[in-house]
């Protein structure tokens, strides 16, 4: 009789303890649903779609449609290779050199603390500001060009050559970006126990060897974490193309990318269905390299 209520005691404290549990993860969980689970729910619902805005909404069922349509629209292909190509050239090269300033500034160079707020000021500073600044010194008789004209160097049109223009937004957000992901390195290379160093250095190894078999192996997260972050924002860019392009992708569609596509067929040609369509394709190439990336910074299987 005793063992009979004792278990019944702990069903009951169990079931009381279960419920103060899910009572303090109701807020998280009701943020979630409202501004995640529902919201790509209602995606897939709006990619089976023909949606009609004009004069009332109408949903039209058209299975997938929308996404048969990506293989057969060039404009897809052309924003899926310049974005591309601008993550290929802008996640290595800020990635890069967001390590050597790191390393730079971690070595106790004079002033060191005035150089780290000086780097970090691009990250803080508005992008469409930022964008506006980089359109001035790109104009044809910008600071660049000029400076360019005065070291004997070939000028060109920078806002208007199909040719430059998608180099022209990479520079400007390698120079932008760099300095955050230099912030992280930074943080992971204090942490790095001194002794360490110190012990290598004992047996003989000098500063390249340290860094090469020391620094690299302990940053290898810290590396995984910037180049999974860079690559999903390098994928989204948006704002620089729009403002550089006055929201066409020009010159000739040098500067679309897929975020912006996805911006011109919601807002341009009221397509909101074929805009998820797209939207879920970008979702899909991201979640694929992040994996490959996960799968090569790491020993477990994907």
């Avoid at 066409?248 to 009221?270: C, D, E, W």
């Avoid at 996960?294 to 299987?301: A, C, D, G, H, Q």
């Amino acid at each position: 009789m005793f063992e009979v209520k004792r278990r019944q005691r702990r069903k009951e404290w169990n079931l009381t303890e279960n419920l103060a549990g899910y009572l303090f993860m109701a807020p998280t969980i009701l943020v979630l649903s409202t501004f995640v689970v529902l919201p790509i729910l209602y995606a897939v619902f709006l990619s089976l779609h023909k949606v009609k805005l004009l004069g009332g909404i109408e949903y039209k069922f058209v299975g997938f449609r929308n996404f048969s349509r990506l293989v057969e629209d060039e404009r897809v292909w052309i924003a899926l290779k310049n974005t591309a190509q601008y993550v290929a050239i802008v996640v290595p090269t800020q990635t890069v050199l967001a390590l050597v300033l790191a390393v730079t500034l971690n070595s106790g160079i004079r002033g060191k603390n005035l150089w780290r707020i000086l780097y970090f000021l691009p990250t803080v500073t508005s992008s469409a500001v930022l964008t506006l600044i980089f359109m001035w010194i790109y104009n044809t008789n910008g600071l660049l060009n000029n400076f360019l004209a005065f070291v004997g160097l070939p000028t060109y049109n920078w806002l208007g050559d199909p040719a430059v223009a998608l180099l022209g937004i990479m520079l400007m957000n390698i120079w932008s970006t760099a300095p955050f992901y230099m912030v992280i390195y930074l943080a992971a290379l204090q942490d790095i126990p001194q002794t360490l160093y110190e012990a290598a250095s004992l047996d003989g190894a000098n500063a390249q060897q340290q860094f090469i078999h020391i620094t690299l192996p302990l940053l290898k997260p810290v590396t995984f974490f910037v180049l999974a972050v860079g690559v999903m924002g390098t994928f989204q860019l948006f704002d620089q193309s729009y403002i550089f392009s006055n929201g066409n992708g020009g010159p000739n569609n040098a500067t679309l990318t897929v975020v912006l596509l996805i911006y011109q067929a919601v807002f341009r040609n009221l397509q909101m269905g074929y805009a998820a369509a797209i939207a879920f394709l970008l979702a899909a190439v991201i979640i694929v390299i992040t994996l490959i990336q996960r799968r090569l910074f790491s020993n477990e299987k994907i």
